[in-house]
């Protein structure tokens, strides 16, 4: 039996805990994700972001708590490969692109992953899929880009590159960890743009110590803090939060 599950969320963590040699990385955590929602987190290093992001792919099992995904199935009970077959996807900090093929082949390459081997082999791109690879290759900001080998991009076309990758398997909702890292100012404030954009059709969970991107986004932030949430609402509620300040802003 479900207990008191959001029915409507897109993702509903409950009372999600999970310890490493006795450190609580996540401690009762609980947040509820609405489909269609951009959602901001931000917290001090260790804060258990990353963790939170873990569980949620099926990487780290919680000790206790459960990660209900549209409000029924249950994540905690699945495998990192079945979780991102229902349409959970995850970009990691570091971009993991095919630096030896082109932009486009890239994007072909995550499309034909979702197919599978099988009907690879016997595969042709159809008007459709080139028509899907212009149109993400749009949203990413990379269509002049289209013919030059991924390794020669700059480190923010890199990532949007890599974000493209997982929009070519449709997730309903993409975790991305840190995205703004190490890009050009103009390549973080056209990040913020582009992540708007991409949750008009899908939720998008994001992790970011930029409080300017942040800011940028307009979202509902969360702030975690010793693996539990500190505070939540607007990015004016939650950075005038003594305990917010105290705990990471004021650092
Ligand atoms: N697999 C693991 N094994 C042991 N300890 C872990 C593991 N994963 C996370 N931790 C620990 O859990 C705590 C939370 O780490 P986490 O990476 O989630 O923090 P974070 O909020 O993402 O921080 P940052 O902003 O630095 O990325 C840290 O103390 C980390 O060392
Ligand atoms: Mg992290």
């Known amino acids: 039996m479900i207990p008191d599950v959001k029915p409507n969320s897109v993702l509903y963590l409950d009372n999600v805990s999970v310890s490493f040699d006795g450190f609580k990385a996540l401690n009762s955590l609980s947040i509820v994700i609405e489909p269609g929602e951009l959602r901001a987190i931000i917290g001090p290093n260790g804060a258990g972001k990353t963790t939170m992001m873990d569980i949620i792919t099926g990487k780290t099992r919680p000790d206790t708590g459960q990660v209900f995904f549209n409000g029924q199935t249950d994540l905690t009970k699945l495998d990192e490969a079945d979780i991102a077959q229902l349409g959970i996807g995850r970009k990691?900090?570091?971009p993991t692109v095919f630096e030896s093929h082109t932009v486009w082949d890239n994007i072909e390459l995550a499309l034909n992953r979702r197919r599978g081997v099988f009907s690879t082999l016997f595969y042709r791109l159809s008007s459709e899929d080139r028509s899907r690879i212009d149109e993400i290759l749009s949203t990413v900001r990379l269509t002049h880009?289209?013919?030059?080998?991924?390794?020669n991009l700059s480190h923010g076309q890199k990532q949007w590159l890599e974000i493209g990758m997982l929009l070519a398997q449709e997730p309903k909702l993409l975790l991305v960890d840190e995205p703004v890292a190490g890009m050009t100012d103009a390549e973080t404030a056209e990040t913020a743009i582009l992540l708007k954009e991409i949750a008009k059709t899908r939720s998008v969970v994001v992790v970011e110590h930029?409080?300017?991107?942040?800011?940028?986004?307009?979202?509902?932030?969360?702030?975690?803090a010793?693996?539990?949430?500190?505070?939540?609402?607007?990015?004016?509620?939650?950075?005038?939060?003594?305990?917010?300040?105290?705990?990471?802003?004021?650092r």
């Open 145 to 151: 880009r289209r013919d030059d080998l991924a390794a």
């Open 226 to 250: 010793e693996g539990s949430v500190l505070a939540e609402g607007s990015i004016d509620f939650v950075s005038s939060d003594p305990k917010v300040i105290e705990n990471y802003l004021g």
């Open 210 to 224: 930029d409080m300017g991107f942040i800011r940028d986004l307009g979202v509902k932030v969360t702030c975690l």
């Open 92 to 94: 990691f900090q570091k």
